[in-house]
């Protein structure tokens, strides 16, 4: 019996260059290995780890000590294992109409915002595809620049802008439109402005990234076989980047639903959003087996939109091929 | 006694006849670039109308704006005896085939196709029922639920053609229509498009860069150089009597030779060369001063070559020697060397087989070429 490899072989020669060949490959596969490692010890170390961490405390019981809740695994003498697993904080999450509310809030809050950054990033998206080529680049110069400043100075910005003595009333009042100061600061209306503000480049990015790629002939043909503006957008454009839509939607929903700064300093006590809760949860009540609760609770609520995404791109993809 | 003519194959003659496309002085400008530059064309219904020239020409600029998907910078185009400048694409009587044929990628053969009835509200089983037809008249009957990706190159040509004829557009617009074609599918679908245009009795109106398939398809040529026409006419008309030294040199292969006129009768004229040194006589008098700078053209297919003088050289004949032969089995291309600095193209169809493996015309052998008065055509520009 003679391997493959030695019954192609016709000569010694050809027989060691192609063992030599064999060994280049297997290296080549070591090398993807090694390089494919990095990425996955990292998410593993960095993401994977405390996640497991924040599961077993949301698992655990509050106690006045240090770290301030209960051990998972306790040894009992004689090397008895005592497994500790407690979900009253999941039930308590569910009992207590405040998180509830708060889940609520957000989830309508970062509904609400993902819709505005895309009614208003999708028509800036197409105006940038659109622009000859000097000013696309400046445009999406003007996108990105923003991330140039701190987030959190950015915010502060608005603060001033917002205020009953801020920039915005000042220059009502003083061009006659109204009389009294506008409230806007701590109210939803101004966490809405500093969501949408802080993530509709998100938006325009991805929208971008994907409009770039449209063929503009469709729009032509569609057009030619009778299909007005309006009736073109509605039945080939907006269909063909609807990737773009789902990835910026997400790219928006998930951090803006977990948002903590723009409702604390934005929002004041009137804005209810679940960042804050688990912030006051985890400092205010150190409370950290209920904070824990709340942020897998959270994660969860995040994640099966995701997975859903996932499922969608992975149909259309398999369409495609 | 008097019988009119017929002119249904032939409208452009009629001159009763009124055109279905009128371009009237039409430019296109594109910043400094001058596209389409004041065009006159009256195309006639039934025709199939080529507009044929190289990249950047303009012919490509003026279907688009036949479509509407660009504005004419000045001049007007009527359809149909309406203006249709302010006319935007959809809601013009024209369908367009594109070059990439512009399928939509998410949707299937049979929505593709039925796209134009369902934006004009057509109702649901009238679209079922006119898709399937037109499905069944391309022969893609059993492709109906494929998308785009899942076709071949010449399937999605018949889904474009099939989705821009559903409507009856009065005119259809087809931009390079054989350009992706390999070449036996070209000659098929060739045949198709005509076979259609005839059915359907609708006037095409197709842009190419492909002289041979102009030649095929069209009722009517245009040429079209630097956004101008250079000459409109049949393919014959084209071809027999080119009117510049550009068209006879675009359409098919020419022997061109400067010379003056030396003789101008009623019935014929004499065309001096001195390079190569050779008078032509042409067999039809022309409006053209004696002494008057001349083209004149001859194809190499007009040409007879042989090894023994025909007449007397010196008009309509000529001495030189074979500097090469291109064999191409039902005929052959001779270049010909004339007074050791001049070749002259011959096309010749091999009518006998070689004897004893010599053929009848060898390399570097002395010939004589000799055409027929009305072979060569003057050329004054």
């Keep these: ?321 | 006694m008097s019988k009119t003519p017929d002119y249904s194959e032939r409208p452009w003659l009629d001159p009763e006849a009124e055109p279905f496309i009128k371009v009237q002085s039409v430019s296109k400008h594109f910043g400094d670039f001058t596209a389409v530059d004041s065009v006159d064309l009256d195309i006639y219904k039934g025709e199939l109308f080529s507009l044929l020239g190289g990249s950047g020409c303009g012919k490509t600029t003026l279907l688009r704006m036949l479509a509407g998907f660009e504005k004419p910078s000045s001049g007007s185009i009527l359809i149909d005896g309406v203006n249709m400048n302010d006319v935007p694409p959809y809601e013009r009587p024209v369908n367009m085939m594109f070059q990439s044929y512009a399928l939509f990628p998410h949707m299937t053969v049979e929505k593709n196709v039925g796209y134009g009835l369902r934006r004009d509200g057509v109702a649901a089983s009238e679209i079922e029922q006119r898709v399937e037809e037109m499905l069944t008249l391309v022969e893609l009957g059993q492709f109906a639920k494929r998308k785009p990706h899942q076709l071949s190159g010449g399937q999605k040509q018949r889904v474009a053609l099939a989705r821009s004829l559903i409507k009856h557009p009065k005119v259809l617009l087809l931009d390079e229509p054989l350009g992706a074609l390999d070449k036996r599918l070209r000659e098929q679908t060739q045949y198709e498009l005509m076979n259609l245009q005839e059915r359907l009795g609708v006037t095409f109106v197709v842009v190419t860069h492909d002289q041979e398939e102009a030649m095929t398809l069209s009722t009517r040529i245009a040429i079209m150089d630097t956004g101008r026409f250079m000459q409109i006419g049949t393919p014959t008309e084209i071809y027999e009597f080119p009117t510049s030294r550009l068209v006879a040199n675009f359409i098919g292969n020419a022997n061109m030779f400067e010379g003056r006129i030396v003789e101008n009768g009623t019935d014929h004229v004499v065309v001096e060369s001195k390079d190569p040194s050779c008078n032509f006589y042409i067999d039809h008098g022309m409006s053209i001063a004696e002494g008057t700078k001349v083209w004149v053209a001859l194809r190499p297919e007009k040409i007879k070559i042989a090894k023994q003088a025909n007449g007397d050289t010196g008009t309509n004949s000529i001495k030189g020697m074979v500097s090469d032969i291109g064999y191409l089995g039902g005929t052959s291309t001779y270049r010909v060397l004339i007074d050791d600095d001049r070749i002259v193209e011959i096309t010749s169809p091999n009518l006998s087989r070689p004897k004893d493996g010599n053929p009848p015309i060898d390399w570097d052998q002395e010939v004589f070429l000799s055409w027929e008065p009305s072979s060569s055509v003057v050329l004054t520009k």
């Design chain 1, 1 to 321: 019996m003679s391997t493959p490899v030695e019954a192609l072989a016709t000569t010694e020669e050809d027989l060691k260059t192609r063992i030599l060949y064999r060994l280049m490959r297997l290296a080549q596969d070591r090398w993807r290995t090694l390089i494919l490692i990095i990425p996955f010890t990292w998410l593993l170390v960095f993401f994977l780890a405390p996640f497991f961490l924040v599961l077993k405390i949301s698992l655990a019981e509050t106690i006045i000590a240090s770290p301030p809740f209960t051990p998972m695994i306790e040894w009992v003498d004689e090397g008895i294992m005592h497994v500790r697993v407690v979900v009253d904080n999941y039930a308590y999450l569910w009992e207590d109409d405040l998180y509830v509310n708060t889940y609520l809030s957000s989830l309508k809050i970062s509904t609400v915002s993902t819709i505005l950054c895309l009614l208003l990033g999708y028509p800036m998206a197409y105006a940038i595809v659109r622009s000859n080529h000097t000013t696309k680049h400046i445009l999406l110069m003007l996108i990105i620049l923003p991330f140039w400043t701190s987030f959190l100075l950015r915010v502060y910005a608005w603060l001033g802008l917002l205020a009953d003595q801020g920039t915005i009333n000042d220059l009502l009042i003083a061009l006659g439109i109204i009389d009294e100061p506008i409230r806007m600061l701590y109210t939803h209306f101004a966490v809405y402005v500093g969501i949408v503000y802080t993530y509709v480049p998100f938006m325009i990015l991805p929208l971008y990234a994907n409009l770039e790629k449209l063929d503009w002939e469709l729009l032509e043909a569609a057009a030619d076989l009778g299909a007005k503006p309006m009736a073109t957008f509605f039945t080939v454009t907006l269909p063909l980047t609807l990737p773009g839509v789902i990835a910026g939607s997400l790219l928006v929903f998930i951090p803006a639903t977990g948002e903590y700064v723009i409702p604390d300093l934005l929002g004041g006590g009137n804005v209810l959003m679940i960042g804050r809760v688990l912030y006051n949860e985890f400092n205010a009540n150190v409370d950290w087996p209920v904070a824990s609760a709340v942020a897998i609770a959270l994660l969860l609520l995040l994640v099966l939109p995701m997975m859903l995404y996932q499922h969608i791109q992975g149909k259309e993809t398999e369409s495609h091929e």
